[in-house]
């Protein structure tokens, strides 16, 4: 069964926000985001029923909620397995788990996504070059005026960029 917290997305998450506000227990916008105000109605509302209040919907709280049972996830074992590893390597729920940026924690240089491209094993500069070839408009919005650095770095090789890297966490850290 799935698990609503803060930082969770989706069309679930739009359904309790709903129901929250038809118990007049959440003020703000129905856009399926969980954020703060999600969180504080699950709280009071668990609260109110003498549930645990750990401020997440799961099961419990949802057939306390809409009084029946919680929809089983239409993602198969590949999706959830996926998801859990793009959780723990980006620390973000579904869906920006698969799209995550990370810091050079594995001394692979910065990582990206749920398949962890990387600098170190060479995986994510095919991935920027396949962005800059397909969509250079939208490469340069994002960089801007770190643009060309940005095509430096690309471009260089592999040990200096690595070492580029070490020296930066180096100072950084």
Known sequence: MAVYQLGSKGDEVKQVQQRFKELNLYSSHVDGAFGGGTESAVK???QNKNLEADSSVGPITWRALFNQEQPQSQEGVEYKCLALTGSF??????????A???GDFDEQGMSFGVAQWN???DSLQP?????I???PDIVKNIFQSNYDVFIS???SEKAKLMTSIM???GSSG
């Open 44 to 46: 009071l509302f668990q």
């Open 167 to 169: 020296i930066w966490r």
């Open 119 to 121: 600098f170190g094993q």
């Open 153 to 155: 770095v690309l471009n």
């Open 89 to 98: 390597e980006t620390g973000a729920a579904i869906p920006d788990c698969f």
């Open 127 to 131: 991935l920027f070059r396949e962005m």
């Open 100 to 102: 995550g940026l990370s």
């Open 133 to 135: 070839d397909n969509h």
